[in-house]
DNA sequence: CAAGACTCCTGACGGC
DNA sequence: TGCCGTCAGGAGTCTT
């Protein structure tokens, strides 16, 4: 599931190669996945537009236009972009056809992606909340305990912090040897300011590493798998022993999401939401 | 306000 | 071998 570190590299990969460059035609394969205006407008919208800029907010990606219109897109589960061919046809949802005979692939296996065109890249994000590649312990302190949730449905909540998904959350957790059950409420300065080291470390190291791809659906744009899963520390790893202590990995659920802890470096909480 | 259920999708996987 | 049920998961929506 690409998520911050994924579509990082993703826009840094793509970003000399998009820049300046003008969308001479856009096709839509698949209708769903253009959220807004409607696939005809969408296309219709573009065509003739340069690309100015290629920036990533959150997991979304945004392209700002020579108009000042934004294509902004979120690749969900498995969505993925790709400059020439893409590997596989059939999962071209978009495709946009670029000056000097390249274009650019939204390919989308489940079809859960999305991608928008509007006057400002906020329309298409919403409300979310602040990106945590430089999150200041102090703030996010004040933010946990002026909630009472449990803490990694919380850390998903993209209005809450933009960018982490499930494996970022439980690697996280872990390095803070924080349990995702704590009450958000109940979190001490001296957690706050360790999870907030262990979010913004967690994310330089996946970025350095460009990503995590343990399944066939995340791939740069370069056709590279990411190199970070071989340095998870607990996400997919249950049943294996912790590198840190030793003990046994567990999954559960929480919140409907399948979230891996070491008993041992995360202590359940007495108080879990 | 918090949290659970349900939905959208399809490939992968376990069971028989 | 092959069919079938189940699951995963980001985010929006609805219900409790």
Same mark, same amino acid.
């Not at 000042?68 to 969505?79: F, I, Q």
């Given at each position: 599931?690409?998520?911050?570190?994924?579509?990082?590299?993703?826009?840094?990969?793509?970003?000399?190669?998009?820049?300046?460059?003008?969308?001479?035609?856009?096709?839509?394969?698949?209708?769903?996945?253009?959220?807004?205006?409607?696939?005809?407008?969408?296309?219709?919208?573009?065509?003739?537009?340069?690309?100015? #800029?290629?920036?990533?907010?959150?997991?979304?990606? $945004? *392209? +700002? %236009? !020579?108009? @000042?219109?934004? &294509? /902004?897109?979120?690749?969900?589960?498995?969505?993925?972009?790709?400059?020439?061919? #893409?590997?596989?046809?059939?999962?071209?949802?978009? $495709? *946009? +056809? %670029? !000056?000097? @005979?390249?274009? &650019? /692939?939204?390919?989308?296996?489940?079809?859960?992606?999305?991608?928008?065109?509007?006057?400002?890249?906020?329309?298409?994000?919403?409300?979310?909340?602040?990106?945590?590649?430089?999150?200041?312990?102090?703030?996010l302190?004040?933010?946990?305990?002026?909630?009472?949730?449990?803490?990694?449905?919380?850390?998903?909540?993209?209005?809450?912090?933009?960018?982490?998904?499930?494996?970022?959350?439980?690697?996280s957790?872990?390095?803070a040897?924080l349990?995702?059950?704590?009450?958000?409420?109940?979190v001490?300065?001296?957690q706050a300011?360790a999870l907030a080291?262990s979010i913004?470390?967690?994310?330089?190291?996946?970025?350095?590493?460009?990503?995590?791809?343990?399944?066939?659906?995340?791939?740069?744009?370069?056709?590279?798998?990411?190199?970070?899963?071989?340095?998870?520390?607990?996400?997919?790893?249950?049943?294996?022993?912790?590198?840190?202590?030793?003990?046994?990995?567990?999954?559960?659920?929480?919140?409907?999401?399948?979230?891996?802890?070491?008993?041992?470096?995360?202590?359940?909480?007495?108080?879990?939401?």
């Amino acid at each position: 599931m690409p998520e911050l570190p994924e579509v990082e590299t993703i826009v840094r990969q793509l970003r000399p190669r998009l820049t300046g460059r003008t969308v001479q035609r856009a096709e839509v394969r698949w209708k769903r996945t253009v959220s807004r205006p409607s696939a005809q407008q969408f296309c219709a919208g573009l065509a003739g537009r340069r690309i100015e #800029a290629l920036r990533r907010r959150g997991k979304f990606f $945004v *392209f +700002d %236009l !020579d108009d @000042g219109r934004a &294509l /902004v897109g979120h690749l969900r589960m498995t969505g993925r972009l790709f400059v020439g061919r #893409a590997p596989d046809e059939a999962f071209a949802r978009v $495709v *946009f +056809d %670029l !000056d000097g @005979g390249e274009r &650019l /692939v939204f390919s989308d296996v489940r079809k859960f992606g999305r991608l928008a065109l509007v006057e400002r890249a906020e329309q298409a994000t919403g409300a979310i909340g602040p990106e945590p590649l430089e999150l200041d312990g102090g703030w996010l302190h004040a933010a946990l305990r002026a909630r009472r949730r449990r803490l990694k449905p919380l850390l998903l909540d993209q209005t809450f912090l933009a960018g982490l998904g499930n494996i970022y959350v439980d690697e996280s957790l872990h390095r803070a040897r924080l349990h995702p059950l704590r009450a958000s409420d109940r979190v001490t300065r001296p957690q706050a300011e360790a999870l907030a080291g262990s979010i913004r470390d967690t994310l330089a190291r996946a970025i350095a590493a460009e990503g995590s791809s343990f399944d066939v659906f995340y791939r740069t744009p370069e056709g590279q798998p990411g190199a970070f899963q071989d340095e998870f520390a607990v996400y997919g790893r249950g049943g294996k022993a912790c590198r840190s202590c030793g003990a046994t990995i567990r999954r559960l659920v929480v919140g409907q999401r399948g979230t891996h802890v070491c008993p041992k470096c995360q202590p359940a909480p007495r108080h879990a939401r």
